[in-house]
């Protein structure tokens, strides 16, 4: 087990609506990570923050944002959600932002409808 | 623009056949190159990396920087292998660190 856990792992919401999706990183990682998969597009990154700071923004759409607390916990906020958003969204983390060792969570299954 | 292609979606072979599973890339600098496999039900986890240069499960890749290439491969596949096969790259410097870009995936079915 890789210790990135993410919650809810399944989630079935109406277009328009707001939702948010839980990590927490393995225990002494310092950065996190979001990715979205979906059929179409593929694996994406979107976000990562490091030690509660933002340090690099990928694919995200201005509807999506994210945090990091201080407990180094993440949160992904995504609304106005469109059936498009509907995808698989991993976190992952690693002990620093070199990216050498990434350990994904097993995901956030998010369906619009 | 910085891409990684991998052009097989399925690949399935005999238990004991070689195993080659292709990646291309394109990226404007030294990327770093790994490769992430992902389980019937299980989460995406690092197989390799180039920097590394080790052998894990009994694949190996090697960067090959003129072809811009980095394919997995195994002399002998075992039914345990059939899982989706994902190459990735990141820069090596400053923010493009850790940010991977994934191709599409190959899905490798090793058959009895």
């Known amino acids: 087990d890789s210790g990135v856990t993410q919650t809810p792992k399944h989630l079935i919401t109406a277009t328009g609506q707001r939702v948010t999706l839980r990590c927490s990183p393995r225990?002494?990682?310092?950065?996190v990570y979001w990715y979205q998969q979906s059929l179409d597009q593929g694996l994406q990154f979107l976000i990562q923050y490091y030690n509660g700071e933002e340090r690099a923004k990928g694919n995200i759409l201005e509807r999506f944002s994210a945090q990091q607390f201080p407990d180094l916990h993440s949160e992904l906020n995504l609304s106005s959600l469109e059936l498009g958003d509907s995808a698989l969204y991993f976190c992952?983390?690693?002990?620093?932002?070199?990216?050498?060792?990434?350990?994904f969570g097993e995901g956030s299954w998010l369906t619009v409808v | 623009a910085q891409r990684v292609t991998q052009p097989e979606k399925l690949l399935s072979v005999f238990k004991g056949a070689p195993v080659e599973l292709k990646c291309n890339y394109s990226y404007s600098g030294s990327p770093e190159l790994f490769w992430y496999v992902q389980y019937s039900r299980q989460r995406l986890q690092l197989l390799l990396r180039h920097i590394s240069r080790e052998s894990i499960k009994g694949f190996t890749a090697d960067l090959n920087k003129g072809e811009t290439s980095f394919h997995l491969k195994k002399p002998f596949a075992q039914e345990e292998d059939s899982a989706m096969y994902y190459c990735?790259?990141?820069?090596?410097?400053?923010?493009?660190?850790?940010?991977?870009?994934f191709g599409k995936g190959t899905k490798l079915s090793v058959k009895p």
């Open positions: 992952a983390s690693s002990v620093d932002f070199s990216g050498n060792t990434i350990y």
């Open positions: 990735a790259l990141s820069g090596r410097y400053g923010g493009s660190q850790g940010n991977l870009i």
């Open positions: 225990s002494g990682d310092l950065s």
